[in-house]
């Protein structure tokens, strides 16, 4: 029944209205009864089928529906609302929001801070320590992994990277060494063998000089007689 709606403080006025729209039944907030309409709209409004209409009036909604019963028009339903607890409860949602809004954006900044110091920092000591490794090509230089979470186990894994360029120029070092040594070792023997080949040849060359000034002695001799 109509009395039903003493349970909403913000409509003011119900009614049943007859295909004439003479009230049958009415409701009313503050005890008044009318015999008539309050106002002339939902006498005048002109309703086809079973279309339901709206209008905002003087800071009240009034809203008119038809009634049918097995697809014959009996009467219509009209209401009238004064929405001032629905303001109400729309600038409370407001203000509502705009604090949750605030909280956030406080929670944001503080959890930002938190995240600097769980990502921001590691990376740029991350950062700063490849830079120098760059600039000073030392692989022995290390970065402190921080805390045990995903990027203290990126970190982790740089180190073992740094490790293992570190040992191979380290092997590479060695080699090089072993290198520069045995060339060392190998211009030293040919030098020693150029030294030797040259006496040899310097050999050779006093006694082909010396078998030719004999030769010549002989042939001298020889002419001589």
Avoid: C
Avoid at 4 to 30: C, G, M, T, V, W
Avoid at 112 to 124: A, F, G, N, V
Avoid at 205 to 220: F, L, P, T, V
């Amino acid at each position: 029944s109509l009395s039903e709606l003493a349970s909403h403080p913000e409509i003011e006025f119900s009614y049943i209205l007859d295909r004439d729209r003479n009230i049958i039944a009415q409701y009313s907030k503050n005890g008044k009864t009318y015999e008539i309409l309050p106002n002339s709209w939902a006498k005048t409004i002109s309703i086809l089928d079973d279309q339901q209409h709206y209008r905002h009036y003087h800071g009240r909604l009034e809203f008119i529906k038809p009634i049918f019963f097995n697809q014959i028009l009996i009467g219509y339903f009209y209401l009238i609302v004064y929405p001032i607890d629905i303001y109400t409860n729309i600038t409370w949602s407001i203000v509502v929001a705009l604090l949750l809004m605030m909280l956030t954006i406080i929670l944001a900044s503080f959890f930002s801070e938190r995240l600097q110091h769980w990502i921001s920092d590691p990376i740029m000591r991350l950062i700063a320590t490849i830079n120098q490794i760059s600039n000073e090509q030392n692989y022995s230089l290390r970065v402190d992994d921080g805390d045990p979470d995903e990027i203290g186990q990126l970190i982790i894994g740089i180190n073992q990277m740094l490790s293992q360029v570190e040992e191979r120029d380290k092997n590479l070092a060695r080699y090089r060494l072993y290198l520069k040594q045995e060339v060392a070792e190998r211009t030293k023997e040919l030098s020693i063998a150029n030294d030797e080949l040259r006496k040899v040849l310097i050999e050779a060359e006093r006694a082909r000089h010396d078998a030719e000034e004999a030769r010549n002695i002989a042939e001298n001799a020889n002419r001589a007689k």
